[in-house]
């Protein structure tokens, strides 16, 4: 008879179901997060993290809300609108994450963004403080990167939505976080340099560093502060599927490809 | 932030672990090898040496190697479906992509979403061609008929290319719209149920529609009409 096959096992620590409950990174679900726990919390339980208060939570709530945004011209909730035309909302909400998971716009970007503030933190070191070292360190790392990632706001000079993020941040008493000071005092330098100004994602991204989320749980938190904006956007472009985004009228499409010409096959008169 | 409890192991067993289930992964078409098979057709010493890419695909779609004549119809099909222009979502939506920095995986994942979506919904406006050409009696469906000139023309040069194969398709005796005669060539290879039509269908679109993405230069943001369509913000309840 032959030996039982050793199936191969891969470790879990995000959950297990059990006879008649949920595990759930190492809680019960029904006995001890049930009741207790604000959305964020469960999402920072998920990616790894720990029970946030509700203190944090709120900070987080204000956040999502500082960036909504959700006019259907922006380049990734149009995609929503796009990938949804044919009527499925869920569709429109898979179709962008997927098409800008690595992308320069759009929720994925702060993951690069948290990386290259938490890479220059930790060049920085001891020296954090030191204007002239973060001077230096910025210097190099736009001589490795020209256009770094969490500055420029296409189709105007400044992001609007800046403004709030430092008010709330202040609000909320987390204005002093290593990394949040270090986005805005490196700002300055990176705008003296490219002409490109500090972008939302610098901000976000330097607050998630300083709430301990590390480059890689803010991606998550990159697509999480702005779903509302593409579930916006994918719900109503699936309820309405309009036949104008299915297929834009002829006029408003220029061929700016190869002219009309035949193949090799049809001048010679062969057969495939 | 509150401290995490420490990991505590789990103990009692739940309905997925005592489930009797199978410890092995069914494979149905595809035997790895080698050498590999496709339906038991060995891919690099028998489908390779014998058969287009096109019939390879219709191989592995229907279980069966084609015929001659039906795989250089499906050949045709795939071809006259092939162009999928930019105006419709699933291009549109690639080459918005790739100009806002996505890389290759993520254009060509979301133009293969857009085409199966696409597919989708053109298959599921021809259900009733395919249960006429299931029955294979009676008249087409008055639905897949047009007297309108560019269609007619487009299907006789569809006909016309078809003519080699030797192949007859019962749809093609009446006037049908371009699209019906498609898959009523495509039904008649064996393509009989709407989920190997919507493949297809999105198979053939996706390498005009990557290419046209391919061709958007990233970043070039004022190459693209931002406000095309025009979206009017107007405030109160849903419609």
Redesign the interface.
Known sequence: MAE??K?PVLVT?VG????D?H?F???DVGAELVGHESYWSLISLAIGG????SE?SRLLDDLATSLVGP???I??W??GR??S????FS?GM???L?????????PAALASVARFFDELARELGAELADEGALTRAVERKLEQVPRPPGFGT??RNQDERNAPIIALVRAHGRENGPHFSLVQRAAPIVFQKTRLPVNAASLVSGLCLD??FSPEQIDVFGILLLVSNLVANSF?GSREA?A???????E??RYV?HAARKSPRAESGT?? | MTERPSDSPVRRAGPIDVELWPSTLAARVVEAGPPPRIHGYDVEGDLARHYSFAEITLTALTGVAPERGHGRAFEIALAFLAPVPVSEAPGHAAGLARLIGADASGVISGAAMGLAERARELVSEHTELVAWLDAGTGSAPPSTQTDDSNEANAVARLRAALAETGASFPLLNSRPKLLAALIGVLHGVGLTDAPRIEAALALAGLPATLAEAFAVKPFAFFSYPMDLPAFRYIEGADG
């Not at chain 1, 297990?16 to 006879?19: D, I, K, L, W, Y």
């Not at chain 1, 104008?244 to 002829?250: E, F, M, N, S």
């Open positions: 039982p096959l199936r620590r297990h179901v059990g006879p409950h595990r990174r190492g809680f720990p029970r946030i208060d944090l006019d259907p011209r380049w990734p149009k995609l796009l990938m035309a044919y009527g499925r569709v898979a179709g962008p997927i098409m800008m998971s690595s992308g320069r716009v759009g296409p189709f709430l301990g109503e309009p104008v985004l299915k297929r834009l009228p002829a408003f499409v490809g057969a495939p």
